[in-house]
């Protein structure tokens, strides 16, 4: 398994802007976030295989988020445009050895430990 950390979560206005970014301790494959808000289970967010091409989004935050990734690095960003309350969650990285980008939780192997994103209106 390989350790990942995410930094850049905070408190933002709707309409505002954050970028979350996930640092891992080795290659991994394929990366995605997911978010769970209180009082709510877990929900795949956006992924990203290595290739970075093809990227995978909800249909909520289609044309406001995106995920890249630094395989030089080992590092994947998730840049959030246009925030609204309805974002506000804790965030986490997923890392998993598979290729493809999946959407179930139980498909990823690494995780880390959330960043708290909070849009207030």
């Known amino acids: 398994q390989v350790q990942l950390v995410e930094s850049g979560g905070g408190l933002v206005q709707a309409g505002g802007s954050l970028r979350l970014s996930c640092a891992a301790s080795g290659r991994t494959l394929t990366i995605a976030w997911f978010r769970q808000a209180p009082g709510k289970e877990r929900e795949f967010v956006a992924g990203i295989s290595w290739s970075g091409i093809s990227p995978y989004y909800i249909d909520s935050v289609k044309g406001r988020f995106t995920i890249s990734r630094d395989n030089a690095k080992n590092t994947v960003a998730l840049q959030m445009n246009s925030l609204k309350p309805e974002d506000t969650a804790v965030y986490y990285c997923?890392?998993?050895?598979?290729?493809?980008?999946?959407?179930?939780?139980?498909?990823?192997?690494?995780w880390g430990q959330g960043t708290q994103v909070t849009v207030s209106s």
């Open positions: 997923a890392a998993r050895r598979g290729s493809g980008v999946v959407t179930g939780n139980g498909e990823y192997d690494s």
